[in-house]
Each structure stands twice: as structure tokens, then as C-alpha cells.
């Protein structure tokens, strides 16, 4: 009987491997794909709208290829679903539509470190709606988060006014939009009680850097390279040193 639940447990992980690895190139190349292929005139609402949309339709082909697409709408109700995703919708579509203005205005590597501050955002909220504490480590990672956001904000802000771009404008539409998407994403998050990924966030930071060093021949800023060990230690401190609650021990 031992044998015979390896070969059904098997498959299990190879596509748990194939959606996170999916799912790491996705977060690694939209900044570069959003920044090349989308126009500085484009209508934000409508370009959000059509990406909902198009999550919408990839999301019932899948539940058809499972089959449960009908089991999903057997239990669906419009109150029960505005109930419990309702603001949380409206918090993405608003954040959705920062992170387009941001990813036109910041370099792909810059804006994908800086959107990872939704780390310390959720860590900020879900203690304050959920009452979830974070360890002395946990603390120590957030900290680092905040240096690093800290240094790629006066970073980023200062070489563009060197190179004689305004300052002022990167930061009103590109770090202030994606720091505020970060905000809206952890106060989300801690609405739907998510919790992150290390693996997939800190993959996808490389994945940004690569892209953008192949297709733009653009390698990454020093503030980029002093901010990237920052965040990625932070997000492996973050996930392996969770809050453990003295109380449980007994």
C-alpha cells in the first residue's frame, strides 16, 4: 500500500514545480513585458479592466479543465461572493492600476524590489485587522525591507536628476504609485489571510534582472545591486523565522 501512494503523490508535486515556476517567470517579466508593450498613452482603466478580464476567462478554462467549474457555481451566491471579496477586489483593481503608471516611469528591477515592500505592508496589517504578531527575526527582516525601499527611493530619485530627468516625476509616478500599490496589496492580503511565497518572490527579482540585462541590455543600477541581497535576505529571514506563540508549547 506504501507504493502505491508515491506515484499519486508524484504528479502532485511535479505540477505544484510547474505552476511555481510558471508563476516565478510571470512575476519576473511582466514589469519588462508592461514597460515595452504598453504605450505611455494608453488608457490605464482600460488596460486594467482588460487584464481582469483576461485572468477571468484563463481562470474558467482552468476550472473546466479540472472539472469543477460547475461545482464552483453551484455554491456561488452574489451576496457571498461581495461579502468576502468584494473590498478586497476593489483594493487590487485600484492597486492594478498604480503599478501601470508606476511600471512606466521606473526601470523593471527597480519597481519589482520596490513592489516587495507588500511583505512589510501584509506584516502590518494582518497585525492590525488579525492581530498576527511578528518574531524578533520577522522584525529584523522588515527592517531590512525598509532600508532597501529607503535606498532605492533616494537612489533612483537622485541619478535621474543627475542625468538631468526630473526627480520630482519619479517620484510622483513611479516610487509613489508603487509604494502605495504595495500598501493597498498588504492591506488585501491581510483581508484574505495570504501569505507570500518566498521562493517565487525572491526567483522573480533574478528573473527581472536577467530579462532586463537580455531584451533592454540594461544591467542593474548600484542602488538596484545593494537593495537586491537586502530584500532577498529579508524574504528568506521573513519565511523561515515565522511568530511562534509561547503559549502553544504547554
Known sequence: MGSSSTPAAAPSRRK???YLTLLTLQYGAQPLISKRFVRQD??????????EAAKVICAIILLIAEG??????SNWTLTGSL??????????????????????????LTFSILNQTKLLWTAFFTYLILGQKQSS?????LALLISAAVLLSVGESSSKGSMGGSSDYVLLYGIIPVTVASML???ASSLCQWASQGFVIVSALLVTALLQLVFDGKPP??????????????????????YADRKKKD
Do not use: E, R, W
Open 221 to 242: 543600477s548600484h542602488y538596484c545591486l545593494m537593495a537586491l541581497p537586502l530584500v532577498m535576505t529579508s524574504i528568506f529571514i521573513y519565511q523561515k523565522y515565522p
Open 42 to 51: 494608453t488608457i490605464v482603466t482600460s488596460l486594467v479592466l482588460a487584464t
Open 68 to 73: 469543477s467549474l460547475k461545482k464552483q457555481f
Open 185 to 187: 496589496s498588504g492591506l
Open 16 to 18: 505544484v514545480a510547474l
Open 137 to 141: 527575526k520577522q522584525i529584523v527582516a
Open 83 to 108: 461579502t468576502a471579496s468584494g473590498l478586497p477586489a476593489a483594493i487590487y483593481a485600484l492597486q492594478n492600476s498604480l503599478l501601470q503608471i508606476s511600471y512606466k516611469n521606473l526601470d523593471s
